[in-house]
């Protein structure tokens, strides 16, 4: 497996373990890519409309990210 493929792996992870906080407000993400450290996210459902999205995905799903899988740099949102 290369590294891109294990980065990819690790993110889902930790995505799986912050789903049930998103789920329980009605939204959700999606994994779109990884690339260079920098993962990019599609928020889905109540998320992709609310107001604190961003807070959710720099104060939340980054800050994860950052702190479980080496070599992440930055969360990006796709739409």
Do not use: H
Not at 42 to 66: D, H, V, W
């Amino acid at each position: 497996m290369s590294d891109q493929q294990t980065m990819e792996v690790q993110v889902q992870e930790v995505l799986d373990k912050l789903r049930p906080f998103l789920l329980r407000d009605g939204g959700d993400c999606e994994l779109v890519d990884v690339e260079d450290g920098i993962v990019k996210l599609r928020l889905l459902g109540a998320c992709g409309s609310c107001p604190s999205s961003t807070i959710t995905l720099k104060a939340g799903i980054e800050r994860a990210l950052l702190e479980e899988v080496p070599g992440v740099v930055e969360v990006e949102q796709v739409f």
